[in-house]
């Protein structure tokens, strides 16, 4: 039974319209001038909506993936960056909340997240190894109750603007490249020196740019699991998720346009019916596909985070994977759908109908984590998983 959302004044939802419609504002200037959203990440801060993934004992709202998933769609629907901005820091704090509650740092660190709204970035990619997360160059080394790590953290989003790195690396100079960990260093701990600047098609206000990591911490500040295990049980699961949400709004909001557009067209023949409006229902076919396989994607994380099995197991990182590969690839489709729709009026910048910075937004879905690399590992899983035959999850 679909119960109905109560949308009161404090709920996530109505907090984060009020964000939405500060980054709508901004959305533009922020693409054109490839700048931190500044002014959606205050909303998001006065809104309190950084902390509310993080347990209510520690000051949080215990926020479900579903929940977050929703406040990324609601934020990619008006600006595509800060929306990812919001998903990196929640895929950040789940690691976190997942992984980090036995430990007396991080859970103190969980509060001052809440009490200051403190922004978390991520440096997983590396320069030599792309984005092949499971694998590191760089080596954590400990001296005593210090940690010392240096990394060419290749592209590291909004890292200028970040109150704290959660960084991944060898867990010692010695270690195999895949035996990583992963370590929270907070900003007045390391020094960033700029190598590249990011100037790209779209996603331009995430601010993505690359940097030489130089930090020193307590050692306590490592997080106390293997990241193989972190990646597996909740980061890999919330980074495609939440992703996903950012990117189905990306096409909601394009499908919007595409139907302002045969409205209007609508009108102004009402005899007729506008070229567009078959192109509209198919477009509207393709959306609905990509939002029952976010919302399948997210009925299974909820379900398999109360077991431990089904959350390490083969079917459930190949159903992941997929949700990722399908809805990067299939937002691509219905953006390009919408500028048939629109025409030259999605074509043009500027107009109620323009298309073109979510068209730009929407082609980096397929490289957050290459497209090709997620096949390659779904496709090692294949020749030994047994194959996903029911309708019953
Ligand atoms: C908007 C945005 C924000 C980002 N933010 C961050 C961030 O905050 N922190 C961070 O650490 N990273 C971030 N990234 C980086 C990221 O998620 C990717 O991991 C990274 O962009 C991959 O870089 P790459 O394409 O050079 O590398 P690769 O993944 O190495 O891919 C390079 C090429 O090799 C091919 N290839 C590589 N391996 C395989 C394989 N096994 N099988 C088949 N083909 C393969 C790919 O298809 C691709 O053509 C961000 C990326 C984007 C687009």
């Known amino acids: 039974m679909n119960v109905p959302v109560k949308i009161t004044e404090d709920s996530l939802v109505a907090r984060a319209a009020r964000v939405a419609e500060i980054a709508a504002r901004h959305a533009d200037a922020v693409d054109f001038e490839g700048r931190f959203p500044q002014e959606a990440v205050n909303a998001m801060k006065a809104e309190r909506l950084l902390g509310i993934q993080i347990p209510r004992h520690l000051g949080g709202e215990a926020a479900s993936t579903t929940d977050i998933a929703e406040l990324c769609s609601m934020l990619g629907q008006a600006c595509a960056a800060s929306a990812m901005v919001f998903a990196m820091h929640q895929i950040k704090l789940s690691s976190l ?38 694998n590191s160059i760089c080596a954590i080394e400990i001296d005593g109750d210090i940690c010392r790590l240096q990394k060419d953290a290749t592209v590291i989003s909004y890292g200028s603007h970040a109150d704290a790195i959660l960084i991944t690396s060898r867990s010692h100079p010695q270690a195999a490249s895949s035996d990583q960990v992963l370590t929270a260093f907070l900003k007045d701990q390391y020094t960033l020196e700029k190598t590249h600047v990011w100037n790209t098609l779209g996603m331009r206000g995430t601010c ?53 557009f045969v409205r209007a067209a609508a009108r102004k023949s009402p005899d007729a019916t506008p070229p567009g409006a078959l192109r509209l229902a198919e477009v509207s076919n393709l959306l609905q596909m990509v939002k029952s396989n976010v919302v399948a994607g997210l009925k299974a994380y909820e379900e398999a985070k109360a077991d431990g099995d089904k959350l390490s197991s083969m079917g459930f990182a190949v159903a992941m994977n997929n949700v990722k590969i399908a809805s990067s690839e299939t937002i691509l489709e219905i953006v390009n759908h919408a500028m048939l729709i629109c025409g030259i009026m999605g074509y043009k910048n500027g107009t109620p109908f323009s298309l073109g910075r979510h068209l730009r937004d929407a082609h980096s879905a397929q490289l957050m984590i290459s497209n090709d690399r997620i096949l390659g590992n779904t496709s090692s899983m294949l020749l030994v998983h047994k194959q996903d035959t029911s309708l019953l999850g």
């Open 97 to 134: 909340v997942e992984h980090g509650a036995d430990s007396e740092w991080h859970s103190a660190f969980m509060r001052r997240i809440v009490a200051e709204q403190l922004l978390i970035a991520s440096a997983t990619t590396e320069g030599g190894i792309g984005g092949n997360l499971r």
């Open 208 to 260: 993505s740019d690359g940097f030489l990591f130089r930090g020193e911490a307590p050692a306590k500040q490592i997080l106390p699991k293997p990241f193989a295990e972190i990646a597996a049980q909740s980061m890999l699961a919330s980074s495609h998720l939440l992703w996903s949400g950012v990117w189905y709004g990306i096409a909601v909001d394009a499908v919007s346009r595409a139907q302002a």
